[in-house]
């Protein structure tokens, strides 16, 4: 049986991010090629193809089962994937997987006729169970994790029960994706995923809702083994940590660094946490390891609507927590979310202010997006406050909702200002070019991007 995994192209209005590795195809892959299925991997994002570039790759290839994952932002985009599958491989089996679609498998069976079968949350094991029943012909109704059409009815199994063992799961297949198209200023970047879930429940997230609030982690061997597996095949020395809280488990963070250092392996890497949960001598002994940035949560400056989010952080650990990074030489990056429910002007700015005090080497100011299975999309929803549900605007840089207390227009104009404050900074850009490396030109170039956005403006 051959089976083609799909990465859907963005919405062409949409805020374009570049082109990023998709982990979670690599691990199907792997899972795949494990167990004797033939895979290809068309990555739309990576290989740059639109509709039309699809259905080309796509007629070359003779599929059975075509594996398409999205996002929110990707999901009217894999629909189309679906509906040009079929129309290429009338007898081939479409599969949809991924977040969004774990929470609007319904709607989505029903909104697209060219969708057989919606894969729910975890999606390796019930993935190949899939494949093993359509190879054998066998009926869905007994595999847990998926939502299918049956005749006119659709049918939703129940939940299957999360991977215990990570460990048991192969490196991702990265063999199948052109790794050149996803190098950042020449440099290519692995991810590694060392855990799943979250001991939290953020209020506008749906990664734990996704995995599970258990957190579930691979042992540091089995991580560093992969680490100095690409290291070996590929050249790279560079990773990124794809864990929503890296730091979690302590005790198995000191243990991955041990193992770096005890296996000599030059690499450098970043990785995601909590700011509740460092501390100097981690800190230290995660740089001694060869880590290089941290990016932070802090998702507001207003401790009111830290709290409505239910992040369980106060503002206090925030600021402790870059000032310990700074000390150990690491860089750091602030991840904010404005436009919360609840956020004034006023809040807003307090939060742009308060970032800028941290003195990041990098941001991201997103606009808070209701996603469908988060208690924000219930809100929102439930308050007659949500504007569209075009998944096309769900892209973090447009608000798709209002609330009383602060205007769409003005929040996407302090967004925009609060970047043009950020990196038009000149003590910034000096810094940032001392910096140096993949994050230094990076951020410069950015710098430039908003300088010229800003003399354009102030021309027209």
Partial sequence: MKVVLVNPPYPKEAHQHPPFIPLSLGY????????????????????????E????????????????????????????????????LPDCTTVLGG???????????????????????????????LLQKLKNKEQLKDVN???????????????????????????????????????????????????????????????????GRKY????????????????????????????????????????ICGEIKRRKLDVQWDCETRVDMVDKPLLQRMRDAGCIAIWFGVESGSQMIIDKMHKRIKVEQTRR?????HEVGLMTVASVILGFPGETEETAWETVNFVKSL?????????????????????????????????????TATPVFETPYLKMEKLK???????????????????????GGVYGIYATRTSLAYLLRALHLKLS
């Fill in 28 to 51: 199907l892959g792997a899972v795949c090629e494990k167990n004797g299925y033939e895979v290809n991997v068309i990555d739309c994002q990576g290989e740059k193809l639109n509709f």
């Fill in 53 to 88: 570039g699809f259905r080309k790759r796509l007629s070359r290839l003779n599929a059975d089962v075509v594996g398409i994952t999205s996002a929110t932002l990707t999901y009217k985009s894999a629909l189309k994937i679906a509906k040009i599958s079929k129309k290429v």
């Fill in 99 to 129: 977040c969004h679609a774990t929470f609007w498998d319904v709607n989505a069976l029903n909104e697209c006729p060219s969708l057989d079968v919606i894969v729910r949350k975890e999606g390796e094991i019930t993935f190949l169970e």
């Fill in 145 to 211: 994790g998926v939502t299918f059409r049956d005749g006119n009815r659709v049918m939703r199994n129940e939940d299957r029960p999360y991977i215990e063992n990570l460990d048991d799961l192969p490196f991702p297949a990265h063999h199948l994706l052109a790794l050149n198209a996803y190098k950042k200023m020449g440099k290519l970047i692995i991810p590694l995923m060392t855990s799943r879930g979250c001991i939290y429940w953020c209020d506008f997230c749906t990664a734990v809702r996704m995995f």
């Fill in 216 to 255: 579930r982690m691979r042992s540091p061997k089995n991580v560093v083994d992969e680490m100095e597996y690409f290291h070996k095949k590929y050249a790279v020395d560079q990773f990124t940590f794809y864990d929503d809280a890296f730091t979690v488990d302590r005790k198995r963070v000191e243990e």
């Fill in 321 to 325: 927590a870059f000032k310990l990074a």
């Fill in 359 to 395: 003195d990041p080497n990098d941001v991201g100011f997103y606009i808070a997006t209701p996603y469908p299975g988060t208690p924000l999309y219930e809100t929102v929803k439930a308050k007659g406050w949500l504007k569209t549900e075009d998944f096309d605007k769900y892209d």
């Fill in 413 to 435: 104009e302090i967004r925009l200002k609060a970047y043009q404050q950020f990196y038009l900074r000149p003590r910034y850009i000096l810094k940032m070019l001392k910096v």
